[in-house]
Nanobody, 126 residues
Framework: QVQLVESGGGLVQAGGSLRLSCAVS????????MGWFRQAPGKEREFVAT????????????NYADSVKGRFTISRDNAKNTVNLQMNSLSPEDTAIYYC???????????????WGQGTQVTVSS
């Protein structure tokens, strides 16, 4: 089993920034691709970003939803077993519960995730 605990959510004004962190514990002897998803009230859970566990050409492969490209950055620190999501230029449309997820495959699809955190609330005021 793998446990994921998110932190860093909160209330921020439009245009502001937040940094979410996900602490990974449990059976971490194997590597997982890590992702962030979000769910706004009345909407389905949607993909935000994912980062692979394999270093390719000197960096981890990443993938972002079009809505956050250029504003959000996902990173991982395997030594600390953490995954971070730096969110800049936030808008009210980014308001949602943000979930950390771990997967044995590098995927943007929620159904491919093996483990989920409990989520952290991000609220962006206008």
């Amino acid at each position: 089993q793998v446990q994921l605990v998110e932190s860093g959510g909160g209330l921020v004004q439009a245009g502001g920034s937040l940094r979410l962190s996900c602490a990974v514990s449990g059976r971490t002897e194997r590597s997982y691709a890590m992702g962030w998803f979000r769910q706004a009230p009345g909407k389905e859970r949607e993909f935000v970003a994912t980062i692979n566990w394999v270093i390719s050409w000197g960096s981890y492969s990443t993938n972002y939803a079009d809505s956050v490209k250029g504003r959000f950055t996902i990173s991982r620190d395997n030594a600390k077993n953490t995954v971070n999501l730096q969110m800049n230029s936030l808008s009210p449309e980014d308001t949602a519960i943000y979930y950390c997820a771990a997967s044995r495959v590098f995927s943007a699809r929620a159904e491919h995730m093996d483990y989920w955190g409990q989520g952290t609330q991000v609220t962006v005021s206008s």
